[in-house]
T-cell receptor, first 113, second 112 residues
Framework: SQQGEEDPQALSIQEGENATMNCSYKTSINNLQWYRQNSGRGLVHLILIRSNEREKHSGRLRVTLDTSKKSSSLLITASRAADTASYFCATARPSAAGNKLTFGGGTRVLVKP | NAGVTQTPKFQVLKTGQSMTLQCAQDMNHEYMSWYRQDPGMGLRLIHYSVGAGITDQGEVPNGYNVSRSTTEDFPLRLLSAAPSQTSVYFC???????????FGQGTRLTVV
């Protein structure tokens, strides 16, 4: 079963707008990660937030984590056409050996020029 | 930097055939994993390894075998392909300590 559920499933915005997507999970975690997948390609790691962190920034990305609500959000500011991709959250549990990740279903983002 | 390399990129199999998906990484990562990606399902873990000689099952291991004889290589074997195994397969590697995972470009497998 999937640990993470993402919302919305799809998002269409104009270039320059912000894109926000949410991830909910079910069990306790060690960290939560966000990945991007361009069409037909592998996943690329964007950002990792640990369970004791509440917010993290990386360039135009901002991630928040609320462990009490078991949820996270990814904000992409000033979006560009190149941000068009699917975005996945993935959780790592505290006791999981091998850095096993559990993925959500993803949010497909379309940035229109 | 090669990173994680998967071969082949595309494969069509007939039901009942067997094959091996190759995965190699040159980052000296101890941890390696295989995932499958189906439409609307995200990625699901098939098998993983925490080091040479050590493997374990993930969420959806049935119909697949793995072995890890070296740190660099982690092949995935389909024993008798079924249409339900039509999917995109991704190999990933990482260092211990629950850090980011590095993914290969994927193998798109179709079983007819």
């Amino acid at each position: 079963s999937q640990q993470g559920e993402e919302d919305p499933q799809a998002l269409s915005i104009q270039e320059g707008e912000n894109a926000t997507m949410n991830c909910s999970y079910k069990t306790s975690i060690n960290n939560l990660q966000w990945y991007r997948q361009n069409s037909g390609r592998g996943l690329v790691h964007l950002i990792l937030i640990r369970s004791n962190e509440r917010e993290k920034h990386s360039g135009r990305l901002r991630v928040t984590l609320d462990t009490s609500k078991k949820s996270s959000s990814l904000l992409i500011t000033a979006s560009r056409a190149a941000d068009t991709a699917s975005y996945f959250c993935a959780t790592a549990r505290p006791s999981a050996a091998g850095n096993k990740l559990t993925f959500g279903g993803g949010t497909r983002v379309l940035v229109k020029p | 930097n090669a990173g994680v390399t998967q071969t082949p990129k595309f494969q069509v199999l007939k039901t009942g055939q067997s094959m091996t998906l190759q995965c190699a990484q040159d980052m000296n990562h101890e941890y390696m994993s295989w995932y499958r990606q189906d439409p609307g399902m995200g990625l699901r873990l098939i098998h993983y390894s925490v080091g040479a000689g050590i493997t374990d099952q993930g969420e959806v291991p049935n119909g697949y075998n793995v072995s890890r004889s070296t740190t660099e290589d982690f092949p995935l074997r389909l024993l008798s392909a079924a249409p339900s195994q039509t999917s995109v397969y991704f190999c990933a590697s990482s260092l211990p300590g629950r850090t980011e995972a590095f993914f290969g470009q994927g193998t798109r497998l179709t079983v007819v």
